[in-house]
């Protein structure tokens, strides 16, 4: 169903209908759904201080089972970029779309990222030759585990119900006005004017990048590693257990996939048949949910269909 058929029409049962006809957005609504109820989730955990530890943990071993769903369905920073995406689109301002070797190498980027992080931690205890077994200090991420708390800065809310003891970049009453890495930024600044600059150049600069180029951020975001990048070893091909799988037989290349992936991955569409296997894909689905072609491409769980292309254009 084209586009023109409802959005002039006042927001009504009729529209809504027309909404949840179009098999072309259907998943997209229901990824933004549960990217909203994840954040009221990550808000109250914030407000209950939860072991930070605990969450890398969860996010980073989740991996393991089901891929990089956490960047695609859940992290807050993806729902900040896809809503400066969606303003993008309704103004009618096309994206950039980056240059395949530039995109591969902000994925790459990542992985030195992730690895200074933990020479950041390991390297103390190597130097005072102590034991890593800390885990009050890791449950807190305090100490020498300190440096890891970057990898929980994308689930920073804009809105906190508290003073941050750095500052944020606007406090209204007992509430503050946030954004992902902001309270990383001014920890390390000590809260100081300066790093209150630093903030708000790297929320404006974040903000016109993800304008331009879809899920920017995501394209070298530490806490987006994934143990898919190791699917290149024989022993580790069953990993993660969710992904997607493409029928050979059932792709005309007509490049769909390939056009609508919001991080540019092309292994879909260069895929002859079988699992598709690359850490760069979110696992938001948007291929799957564009592709016309029936049965062509699927969402797997241990072998398992959960989600599978359909022939939208005879809706």
């Given at each position: 169903?084209?586009?023109?058929?409802?959005?002039?029409?006042?927001?009504?049962?009729?529209?809504?209908?027309?909404?949840?006809?179009?098999?072309?957005?259907?998943?997209?609504?229901?990824?933004?759904?549960?990217?909203?109820?994840?954040?009221?989730?990550?808000?109250?955990l914030?407000?209950?201080?939860?072991?930070?530890?605990?969450?890398?943990?969860?996010?980073?071993g989740a991996?393991?089972?089901?891929?990089?769903?956490?960047?695609?369905?859940?992290?807050?920073?993806?729902?900040?970029?896809?809503?400066?995406?969606?303003?993008?689109?309704?103004?009618?301002?096309?994206?950039?779309?980056?240059?395949?070797?530039?995109n591969?190498?902000?994925?790459?980027?990542?992985?030195?990222?992730?690895?200074?992080?933990?020479?950041?931690?390991?390297?103390?205890?190597?130097?005072?030759?102590k034991?890593?077994?800390?885990?009050?200090?890791?449950?807190?991420?305090?100490?020498?585990?300190?440096?890891?708390?970057?990898?929980?800065?994308?689930?920073?809310?804009?809105?906190?119900?508290?003073?941050?003891?750095?500052?944020?970049?606007?406090?209204?009453g007992?509430?503050?006005?946030?954004?992902?890495?902001?309270g990383?930024?001014m920890?390390?600044?000590?809260?100081?004017?300066?790093?209150?600059?630093?903030?708000?150049?790297?929320v404006a600069?974040?903000?016109?990048?993800?304008?331009?180029?879809?899920r920017?951020?995501?394209?070298?975001?530490?806490?987006?590693?994934?143990?898919?990048?190791?699917?290149?070893?024989?022993?580790?091909?069953?990993?993660?257990?969710?992904?997607?799988?493409?029928?050979?037989?059932?792709?005309?290349?007509?490049?769909?996939?390939?056009?609508?992936?919001?991080?540019?991955?092309?292994?879909?569409?260069?895929?002859?048949?079988?699992?598709?296997?690359?850490?760069?894909?979110?696992?938001?689905?948007?291929?799957?949910?564009?592709?016309?072609?029936?049965?062509?491409?699927?969402?797997?769980f241990?072998?398992?269909?959960?989600?599978?292309?359909?022939?939208?254009?005879?809706?």
């Amino acid at each position: 169903m084209k586009e023109s058929t409802y959005k002039n029409q006042p927001i009504t049962m009729t529209r809504i209908h027309n909404w949840t006809k179009d098999k072309t957005k259907q998943l997209s609504y229901l990824r933004v759904m549960t990217q909203l109820l994840f954040l009221i989730v990550i808000l109250y955990l914030s407000i209950i201080a939860v072991w930070k530890g605990l969450l890398v943990t969860l996010i980073l071993g989740a991996t393991l089972i089901l891929g990089r769903v956490f960047c695609g369905w859940i992290c807050p920073y993806g729902l900040y970029m896809d809503l400066v995406s969606l303003l993008r689109r309704k103004l009618k301002v096309p994206h950039w779309t980056l240059p395949e070797k530039l995109n591969r190498m902000l994925h790459k980027l990542r992985y030195m990222i992730v690895l200074v992080l933990l020479a950041l931690v390991v390297l103390p205890f190597i130097v005072e030759g102590k034991s890593l077994i800390h885990l009050s200090e890791f449950l807190w991420l305090r100490g020498a585990f300190r440096p890891l708390t970057i990898l929980l800065a994308p689930l920073e809310t804009l809105v906190i119900p508290w003073i941050p003891p750095f500052g944020a970049l606007l406090e209204l009453g007992k509430v503050s006005l946030s954004y992902p890495y902001v309270g990383e930024i001014m920890a390390a600044t000590g809260g100081t004017e300066t790093g209150l600059l630093f903030a708000v150049v790297f929320v404006a600069l974040t903000l016109i990048a993800s304008f331009k180029v879809r899920r920017f951020w995501c394209r070298f975001c530490p806490t987006g590693v994934s143990i898919a990048a190791v699917n290149k070893y024989k022993r580790s091909r069953g990993v993660p257990l969710l992904r997607l799988n493409k029928s050979e037989e059932k792709c005309t290349r007509c490049g769909i996939c390939k056009r609508v992936c919001p991080v540019q991955v092309t292994e879909v569409y260069d895929k002859k048949g079988g699992d598709v296997a690359t850490s760069m894909c979110t696992l938001c689905l948007r291929c799957i949910e564009m592709c016309p072609y029936p049965d062509c491409l699927k969402l797997q769980f241990a072998g398992k269909t959960l989600f599978k292309s359909r022939n939208w254009l005879a809706a």
